[in-house]
Every structure is written in structure tokens, then in C-alpha cells.
């Protein structure tokens, strides 16, 4: 069993990583009311549930801008770090961008923390962002019952490299770069439940950033790509789904798990949150009867620092006719499944239909 | 802002717990015996007498609940597409861990339904077996923690999953025909019941509602205690209180420790017996109910488990180690004491590497 440091971060929360965050139906709702923006330089806001904002500064220049933070998603301090600077940048590389500067955010009980183990935090992701040459130029902390930890980032994409949940076409393919099920190995590792070999899995996942793989899905011809987190697999395809005004045909059996996450939805150790995305889904998600309810836990379980959900055209020739175009299928497959953590697999196709249910999963 | 209270009060948990709370009331006023509307162990205990297993003359009668009960879960399984055979991981153990659960069930006179019921009764002689219970639940999850599992199951043929159903229709039709070769009290617990229609519907109902809700009294404490989710807690809240109420309403309350229906003052020993209920509960990956579901939808090692159940309730009676009344015999004393040295030798030493 996983034996944390002194202070394993994982017992002072909850609710761990993106499993914390508003169900997908609250966050409907807080928005429901806010009038839409009015400035014509904004060319993604917040209403299409994009991973993030996109402002164009000039006719060569878009501004991409988001931010994620959340209560502890790893038992070291460093890690949880290194893990939110990962969650955070992933949201730019799903939009195809190239980040810059980062911003820090931090909730410390600072009588339960102590300033040296937040220091770690920190630490941990500005190690991380040195990865990418990207400064943590400033940030804000406050003081707050609850440890939490994130960024915003900000960042720039290339118009006409902008990559949204709004170009999936009918016929694409739909592709995962990292398996799921981080959400049941945070739970199980907090309950004592997950073996080290789980979480170094698990972390390993979560610590490679999607950099090589949106820039893979961008020369592969990527149509739509969104980053899976919170709202689980299922969650991100719907919105996807949604924003390109298409379908999605999932199938359960292609989707990679992290080892262990079946047997611990089978025991039942499934984060709120899986059910909050379960909630929120109703009536928009077939499922068919031969899916397990244990894989149907993984499938809604939620991510932190997922892998990308890519829509790439399918291929012509008829070797490729189930999978990736060829020449795309060889780069993606190159890149991506080479890096540790990450793995190419063929989870969806895209169908025409803009009415619910546009989420199908089959066995 | 809406919150998302399904989210912390899933309604169908909820439901199914106040399912068994009405039921476990109005099955009591419609003839069953006091504070016994529901217990899976009595009524597996009932159902050996019946069988001729055991030759305790108070409680020998085919309760109809139980295979009631397994057609419901069956029907909700096959429905949604949750039908499936799965292999057990270790048989043997199961089967010995539903003994050792069962035995301890009737020490105590009850199992964790019937725990809750007596509580909802005003029965305060369960409140320390519910302690015991939480105490063995505990004690099961530090053992989780150090990494014990009976081993990996896997998939297997459908065919030996309607082993389960094909008894339970065979049972209702000795319930229906009633043949002279099965017994049935003409005294005590076993000569009280509800109408045979109203049994059958209960254990339906509640066999469905149990499979969709995942509904586990045992998984509800342990999930709080593990990863602070009251899931499947609030189903076991909804439960007592609900039939708190039905208890009521129907003039079935009565508060106190002593004189109590079907109940002994033996406070340390409901401790220790549910405190190995629990314990065992966790071990085998739930409550006897729960067992009841997973076998009935196809799990091999739920399977081994009720059928240990029922071998231990003809091991209680045969050899007089069940509570009565008047208490715990000896012979009970020392299976529970022994059962638990056995569920924490098991729980140590098993471990998935």
C-alpha cells in the first residue's frame, strides 16, 4: 500500500483534483444567467465549454487564456504541484496553443500546512513549466480551511492552428492519448487501497504534459480536440459532441484504463464526482445494456490532467478503414504512444445528428 | 444556485432504503414476526428448517422473501443488461466467510437489516450490536488498507448464473404446493408470516431496487470510513428512519432493552456477533443482502458465499450455537470468538500482491 510523507496531502481533502469541481449541470446552470460577451475580438468565450478562452490581440495574434485549480491530486506536495502545472497547460494545448506565463493560485490553511510544504507546491510546478520555458511571473494566495492549488495560464495559437470542440466532422475518428481512471486511483490512494505501482501509474499519466500530442493531432489534420478532466470521458465527448452539432458512437472495449481503476469502481470506491457526471449526463448519453456498470463508473469518472480527445478524418484506404488515415495514424502513433503515460487509441467515431442522445456508447 | 444535492443524496439509495423500511414494518404487521419484517439470515435460517437441514421446530418455514428476492434481482440484472457469470476467486473461503457471517447473525439474532429494523423498533438492544458492527467494519477496511482481496475473479458462461433463479422458482413452487417432506413451525418464529403473495412481492420489490441502487449497509459504513462518501450511507439512514416512522404509525414501537421480541440482553455478545458480521461482510465485499444480489446476478464467489450463509444457519441450529431469549449458549461464544480470530487471520495473511 501507498505510504505517504509525513503530511500526505490526499487526507487533508475531500474532494481530490478535478473531482472537486462543480458538476457539469451546476455549472450550466451558474452560467445560464450571464449575458453573453459582446466584443467582437473574442472568438471563444465561455458558453461553448471550451477548454479555454481565445482573444484575438490582432489579425496574426490570438490570446488563449484559462485557469484550473484544485485540492490535492497527489499525496507529495511536489507532485500535486508538478500535476496542477500539467492540468492547467493542457488546456492550451488542446486549443493548439503555445502557453507563456502562468499565474499561481493558492488556498493554504496555513495551521495545517506549513508555508515550507506549500513552498513544495510551487516548486513542484514551476518545475513543471520550466519544461515548457514558461515563467510563473505572479500569483495570489489567500487563506482558506482548504488546501488548493492551480494556475492561469496564458498563452497564443496560430489562427488557423486553433484547434476547438467545434470542428468534428461526421465520419472522424475519435482519438485518446492517455488512458482514464485517475479519479478512482486518487480515491483508492487516499483510502490506503491503491498499491504504489497504481499511483506511480497514475502519476506518471497525470505528469506528461499534452504538448507533443496536440502538436501530433495539428499536423495529423486534428478537425476538433478537447483535453479530458473533470467532467470525465463521457462529460468532454458530450461537449464536443455538442459544440461540433454532431454525434458521437463511443465504444467502451477501445477506451485504456490505468490498472487497478476497474477493480476499484467494482469495490465501489467511486469520487462523488463520477455520480455528479453521471447526473449531469442523463438523458444525453445512451448506454448500451452490455457495458458493466464498474466500466460505466470509469467512463464518468473524473480526470485530472487527462490526456486529449482528438477528431481526426478517417482514413481512405481500406487497411485504415476502422482507424486513423495512414499517414496521420504512423505520426500520431509516433509521437504520442512513444511518450510515457500516453498511449494512440481509437475510442469513437463521429456521426451526423444534432439531437440528444449524441453520446452513444457501445460495449 | 441549484446545488447538485443528488450528488450526496443519490434519490434511488434512498428510496430502496426506505423501501426496506416500510417493507421490514408492514411485512411485521401483516404477520411476520416482531421487528423481523426482513433479515436475510433469519429467513435463509428459516428456509433450512423448512429443508429439514436443522430441526429447531420454532423456525422452519420457506420464506417466499428470499426467492422473492432473487427473482427481483434477477429481473433488474437481465433488464439492464446485467446478467453476467463471473467466476469466484476463492470459493472455499466465501463459503466459510458466509458461515462465519452467518453464525454470527444469529448469535446476535439478526443481520444488519434486521439490526436496523430492531433499532427502528425502539429494540435498544441493538445499538450495541450496531456498534460492533461498525467496529468490525473498521477493523475490515485497516485489513483492505494492508492490501487483502480474495483474489481476481473473471468473466465466465452465462448458463451457470440461472443456477440461482431456477432454486428460487423451484422454492416458490414447494411455498405454493406445500408437500408433506417440508417442515413448518406450528410455534415460534417460524409459525408466523405474512401472506405467501405479499412475501414474494416484497422480496421483488426490494430485489430490484437492491440491484439498480447497489444498496449495501455493510459498503455504506465502509465507503464513509474509507473515502469519507456517504453514498450508500444514506440508504441505511433512510432505513431506520423510515421505518422509525412506519413503526409508529402502525403501534409497533417499543422502547427499551429488556423484553424486547425475539432479542436477548446478551450486550457484549451482539457486540462481538455483529462486530463478525461486519468483519466478514467487509471480507467477502458485502452484506448479506448484497451477497443475496451479486449471486443472483451472477457472481461466482456471492455464489459460494450465500450457500456458506446457508450451511452456517444448519451448523447454528444443529448445534445449538444460535441466541435465544434467554441468551447466547456456549457453544455460540466460542464460534464468534473463534470466527473473528479466523476473519483476522484470513484478513492478514491474504493479500494481492
Redesign the interface.
Known sequence: MVTGSSTDLLQLTQHCGCGAKLSAADLRDLLSTLPQPRDPALLIGPHTFDDAAVYRLSNDCLVVQTVDFFPPAASEPRTFGCIAAANALSDIYAMGGRPLTALALMCLPSGQVPLGLAREVIEGAVEKLAEVDVSLVGGHTLEDPQLKFGLSVMGVVEPGRMLTNAGAQPGDVVVLTKPIGTGLIITAAKAGLATQAHVQEANRSMLTLNRRAAQAALEAGARAATDVTGFGLLGHTWQLAKASGVRVRLRAGGVPLLDGALKFASMGLVPAGAYANRRSLQGRVTIAKDVALAWQDVLFDPQTSGGLLVCLPAGRSPSASEGLPAGAEQKFQEVVARQEGCCCAVVGRIEAGDEEPRLIVEP | ????W???A?PLVILTGAVVGVLGAVLTRLGNPPNMGLCIACFQRDIVGALGLHRAGPVQYLRPEIPGLVLGVVLAAA????L?GRTAASPALSFVLGALVMIGALVFLGCPIRMVLRLAAGDLTALLAFAGFGAGIWVG?VL????FSLGRSAPTALPPTLVLPTLAIGLLVLVMTRPAFIFASSKGPGSMAAPVLASVSAGVVLGFLAQRA?L?FV?GIR?ML????P??LVGLVAAVLVAWLANLALGQFKFGFADQPIAHTAHLWSFLAMALVGLGSVLL?GCPMRQFVLASQGDGGAFAAIWGMFAGAAVAHNFNLAGTPAGVPPGGKIVVVAGLALCLVLGWSLR?E
Open positions: 444556485m441549484k446545488r447538485d443528488k450528488v450526496w443519490p433488464f439492464y443488461g446485467e453476467k477496511t483492505l488498507r494492508r492490501g447497489r449495501c459498503g465507503d474509507l473515502i469519507r462518501s453514498h450508500l465485499g494481492e
